[in-house]
T-cell receptor, first 113, second 113 residues
């Protein structure tokens, strides 16, 4: 069965410092991986995706993610965090059979001034 | 913001009642997926509609049903509401069945008392 794990419920970083939000996956076949962000009382906003190609994927708002096949990971990164990055982040994988998104439990990112 | 809209924004219902949630897909998209996001959880796939037929279903009971209309808009119906149905219901549209990118609406917050 396909699954996604986000091992950290919350990540705290200081503004200006680099941030990493971790994600590992388990899929059969080629993985299609996504990161979404959710602000309070809002829907999901797409940040970036990995389908194929370069392992380093660049996305919206300065975020990037590194696909690591050997470690089955797709960690979200940003070189310099902003207070406005504080939100709930979801990693997801697409099920190749149904096209449905399978989400992790989410990681709350708290960026402090 | 995506072009996916959902109505209503918020809804309060009593246990045992029935509810209908609505979703308009982004222009040019013919596939709609529905997700349930309980508080503190990642979204869970309910089902997907393509060409007005259900095309894939998650682990939800039959009292969760849906429709898709010729203009590709969709409804989610839940009968015999239970307290655990309280959640944010997200609709996502995609360009075609099998497309890996899904675009989310803002969601409908359902509270069952």
């Amino acid at each position: 069965a396909q699954s996604v794990a986000q091992p950290e419920d919350q990540v705290n970083v200081a503004e200006g410092n680099p941030l990493t939000v971790k994600c590992t996956y388990s899929v059969s076949g080629n993985p299609y991986l996504f990161w979404y962000v959710q602000y309070p009382n809002r829907g999901l906003q797409f940040l970036l995706k990995y389908i194929t190609g370069d392992n380093l994927v660049k996305g919206s708002y300065g975020f990037e993610a590194e696909f690591n096949k050997s470690q089955t990971s797709f960690h979200l990164k940003k070189p310099s965090a902003l207070v406005s990055d504080s939100a709930l982040y979801f990693c997801a994988v697409v099920s190749s059979n149904t096209g449905k998104l399978i989400f992790g439990q989410g990681t709350t990112l708290q960026v402090k001034p | 913001e995506t072009g996916v809209t959902q109505s209503p924004t918020h809804l309060i219902k009593t246990r045992g009642q029935q509810v209908t949630l609505r979703c308009s897909s982004q222009s040019g998209h013919n596939t709609v997926s529905w997700y349930q996001q309980a508080l503190g959880q990642g979204p869970q796939f309910i089902f997907q509609y393509y060409r007005e037929e259900e095309n894939g279903r998650g682990n939800f009971p039959p009292r969760f049903s849906g429709l898709q209309f010729p203009n590709y808009s969709s409804e989610l119906n839940v009968n015999a509401l239970e307290l655990d149905d309280s959640a944010l219901y997200l609709c996502a549209s995609s360009r075609f069945h099998g497309a890996v990118e899904q675009y989310f609406g803002p969601g409908t917050r359902l509270t069952v008392t």
